[in-house]
């Protein structure tokens, strides 16, 4: 799938949404007709009716100025705060890949360009029982590339390369990184950089700080 990216983390809040919600502002903002997907979605909060509020996809939304109609923007949403095959356990509605796929496809003919966002690391189980899926069943079945975002951190290096060898491993093509968090004044944080780089041999595309309201990417649409 062209015009398309899959962003995925070195862990669960590393700040994928938050990524994510600048990618599409800054599509917006360059008169891109962006979409936004999260194919599966744990953690999320009822109203006062009861309809269960999806938080990633709300936020988005609202942050960059999407103007998709939000139950169109996700598949399936949980509100235990659990990784998505456990959710799904309790709250008795697994994830079901055609569903996913098709939703995927319908938000995708909409748009000139698709940012999908993973749940958690790239290592997610999303359904455990009598049918197994992986997260990384989903990209590998779109075809399309992968963005990590990690954390600018000390520990970055580390979670940041196993990533890297994993989705390498599974054959599946990595767009870049967007290092997060990132403090200029930090030794740490200029150290990761160049060392992610040379080390995991991947460009690092992208470089937030704490409270950026923009990021300037080129994902080549």
């Known amino acids: 799938m062209e015009n398309a990216i899959f962003i995925t983390g070195t862990s669960t809040d590393i700040g994928k949404t938050y990524i994510s919600a600048l990618i599409c502002k800054h599509m917006i903002a360059k008169n891109i007709n962006v979409g936004y997907f999260k194919p599966v979605a744990s953690g999320n909060i009822k109203d006062k009716n009861g309809n269960l509020i999806v938080g990633d996809v709300r936020f988005v939304k609202e942050f960059s100025g999407i103007k998709f109609d939000e139950k169109k923007m996700y598949s399936f949403a949980y509100e235990r705060a659990y990784s998505p095959h456990l959710a799904c356990k309790f709250e008795k509605n697994p994830p079901k890949m055609d569903k996913i ?8 003919n909409d ?4 940012v999908i966002e993973g749940s958690g690391g790239i290592v997610c189980p999303l359904r455990w029982d009598d049918e197994k899926i992986m997260q990384i069943d989903i990209v590998r079945l779109l075809g399309c590339e992968v963005l990590i975002v990690a954390d600018a951190g000390l520990g970055g290096i580390n979670s940041t390369i196993l990533t890297i060898e994993y989705l390498r491993d599974q054959n599946i093509k990595i767009k870049g990184i967007v290092l997060n968090n990132f403090d200029e004044s930090s030794d740490i944080c200029n150290d990761n950089k160049i060392m992610i780089e040379q080390i995991g041999k991947v460009e690092i595309l992208g470089i937030v700080k704490p409270k950026d309201t923009d990021m300037d990417i080129n994902l080549s649409v």
């Open 101 to 108: 796929l098709k939703d995927i496809e319908l938000i995708f």
């Open 111 to 114: 748009s000139d360009f698709l």
